[in-house]
């Protein structure tokens, strides 16, 4: 099972990458028949005690993490979808478009962005403030 605990160290720099990947593994179990789709899965998250206010350095972290190699894509698809599920990890999505409409990206990947080097280092530009997410018409193009 992943612990919220775990992410919100991970972005407060208490434990490493490889310490947040380790937790995630085995915490999405496939249901569904290898190759079908759509693939159904059951995730198994452990809920943290308090709020944490997500920001966009938090997932500027996950973005260099995948980046050099210490999270994989399943792994930030899976963040994705915690972060995006969680009634503890809260952001203003009102207020900041971008990461929420991220973190939901994440979360779909197949719907939204494939998790690849390119993708993730768009990611980061557009968190960082260096490039403009695009419009889904845009996207689309």
């Known amino acids: 099972m ?13 434990v490493d990458a490889q310490v947040l990947s380790r937790d995630i593994e ?3 179990v496939i249901t569904s028949q290898p190759g079908t789709l759509p ?16 920001s966009r350095a938090n997932l500027v972290a996950v973005c260099n993490a995948f980046l050099t190699g210490s999270l994989k894509a399943g792994d930030v698809e899976f963040i994705g979808y915690a972060l995006a599920c969680s009634d503890r990890f809260r952001w203003d999505g009102d207020q900041d478009n971008t990461l929420a409409t991220i973190i939901n990206d994440w979360a779909a990947p197949e719907i939204n962005y494939p998790l690849n080097v390119e993708n993730i280092q ?17 996207a689309a193009s």
């Not at 775990?6 to 720099?13: E, H, P």
């Open 122 to 138: 768009r990611c980061r530009r557009w968190l960082e403030g260096t490039e403009k997410y695009p419009d889904r018409a845009e």
């Open 2 to 14: 992943v612990h919220e605990s775990i992410l919100r160290d991970f972005f407060l720099g208490k």
């Open 26 to 28: 085995g915490s999405r």
């Open 39 to 54: 693939v159904v899965s059951r995730n198994h998250i452990v809920d943290m005690g308090s709020d944490f206010e997500v």
